[in-house]
T-cell receptor, first 113, second 114 residues
Framework: EPEVTQTPSHQVTQMGQEVILRCVPISNHLYFYWYRQILGQKVEFLVSFYNNEISEKSEIFDDQFSVERPDGSNFTLKIRSTKLEDSAMYFC???????????FGQGTRLTVV | AQSVTQPDIHITVSEGASLELRCNYSYGATPYLFWYVQSPGQGLQLLLKYFSGDTLVQGIKGFEAEFKRSQSSFNLRKPSVHWSDAAEYFCAVGIKAAGNKLTFGGGTRVLVKP
């Protein structure tokens, strides 16, 4: 069964460093999303991406964040200068055009120290 | 803006007993409604979804949910809980006009007693 794959599963980084979280969406999906879940809190929408551009972003998604689809298979989230409060589980999701449900990856746990 | 409320933060249930998890949403029209489950250290797995039609929907793992428009609710149920159902459950709302981005509730953690 096709699935969304995220790498790495866990990343530890020092404050101020740049990190790139990687996602391989399901191959025929056209809509891509990033969500995050700070420990003990609800899952929050960060950004949606369609047709090689951001279609919507939340107020969390400020200038330190960016997304990219560098090739036909990967979808990345870059955090330019990490802060302690960026520590969270980051989920990638993808959706097929015409469907309403999104499929989530297993998440990347980011720990900023 | 839409919002989702899951009133119960924790629920403890005995194995074999029934389970009901509450979810209320706030939105002007009928949104798409979802229940996801997150086992410890795992991602989000879709249990079931409601878009339209029959208000009682069946999902995986023996779960079902009922959409009640008058109460703006989408409660999740399971007649007999198994120990493997211990997890966190999230209700979510999706709005087509908003690119189907999801708004999640705060989650309900289910503990299963032997």
């Amino acid at each position: 069964e096709p699935e969304v794959t995220q790498t790495p599963s866990h990343q530890v980084t020092q404050m101020g460093q740049e990190v790139i979280l990687r996602c391989v969406p399901i191959s025929n999906h056209l809509y891509f999303y990033w969500y995050r879940q700070i420990l003990g809190q609800k899952v929050e929408f960060l950004v949606s991406f369609y047709n090689n551009e951001i279609s919507e972003k939340s107020e969390i998604f400020d200038d330190q964040f960016s997304v990219e689809r560098p090739d036909g298979s990967n979808f990345t989230l870059k955090i330019r200068s990490t802060k302690l409060e960026d520590s969270a589980m980051y989920f990638c999701a993808s959706r097929f055009q015409g469907n309403t449900e999104a499929f989530f990856g297993q998440g990347t746990r980011l720990t900023v120290v | 803006a839409q919002s989702v409320t899951q009133p119960d933060i924790h629920i403890t249930v005995s194995e074999g007993a029934s389970l009901e998890l509450r979810c209320n949403y706030s939105y002007g029209a009928t949104p798409y409604l979802f229940w996801y489950v997150q086992s410890p250290g795992q991602g989000l797995q879709l249990l079931l979804k409601y878009f339209s039609g029959d208000t009682l929907v069946q999902g995986i793992k023996g779960f079902e949910a009922e959409f009640k428009r008058s109460q703006s609710s989408f409660n999740l149920r399971k007649p007999s809980v198994h120990w493997s159902d211990a997890a966190e459950y999230f209700c979510a709302v999706g709005i087509k006009a908003a690119g189907n981005k999801l708004t999640f509730g705060g989650g309900t953690r289910v503990l299963v007693k032997p």
